[in-house]
């Protein structure tokens, strides 16, 4: 399906998945299968000898999103191709726009509760901590706090931020059904 190889790798990876689970896997299962199919694909090179350049965001659920960055340029390109992360929480500061005038100061807009984090292939503003993705790096964000540890992982599961369906069936894994 689809005409890239963006689409091409995207359906790849969700027929992986669909393939090896006929039930909803916990969060840190599903965390290790896709990091180790992004392990797969990016060791993998063109006819040509080219790597891959890999970035992607996917959704699951309403409080969980995976974000991977295998960057890299094109032959004769000097744009590199990776992603940074910000994670904007209380206390709340200004932040001014790296390509224009602009600046929104967030306290302003936002209740101690909330937290967000923003992922892009480069900082979009000048007074704020982007962190780099390292090479072949997968970070789970849950709420918008990115989680490194497995342990980390299974408490956002412990807090109902798991995976669930209506078609399929909870995980029989250790963990799951919380």
């Known amino acids: 399906m689809g005409d890239t190889d ?3 790798v995207f359906c790849a990876i969700l027929n992986s998945l669909k393939y090896k689970f ?4 916990t969060l840190s299962i599903l965390y ?11 060791e993998s090179t063109d006819e040509s000898g080219v790597e891959p350049i890999f970035n992607f965001l996917l959704m699951c659920g309403a409080h969980v999103q995976f974000a991977y960055s295998w960057p890299g340029c094109r032959p004769g390109s000097q744009c590199w191709n990776g992603l940074h ?3 904007r929480e209380y206390p709340f500061h200004k932040a001014k726009l790296l390509d224009c005038d602009y600046a929104i100061d967030f306290a302003e807009v936002t209740t101690p509760e909330d937290r967000v984090s923003v992922i892009a292939t480069e900082p ?4 704020e901590k982007w962190i780099e993705f ?9 709420d918008g706090k990115p989680l490194y540890r497995m342990d980390e992982i299974e408490e956002a599961e412990c807090q109902g931020h798991g995976l669930q369906s209506k078609v399929l069936p909870p995980s029989t894994f250790i963990g799951a059904g919380i």
């Open 6 to 8: 963006s689409e091409a």
């Open 22 to 25: 006929d039930s909803l896997p």
């Open 32 to 42: 290790d299968t896709i990091q180790e199919l992004c392990r797969e694909i990016c």
């Open 85 to 87: 992360y910000v994670v």
């Open 124 to 127: 979009l503003t000048t007074d």
């Open 134 to 142: 390292q090479k072949g790096e997968l970070i789970l964000f849950d």
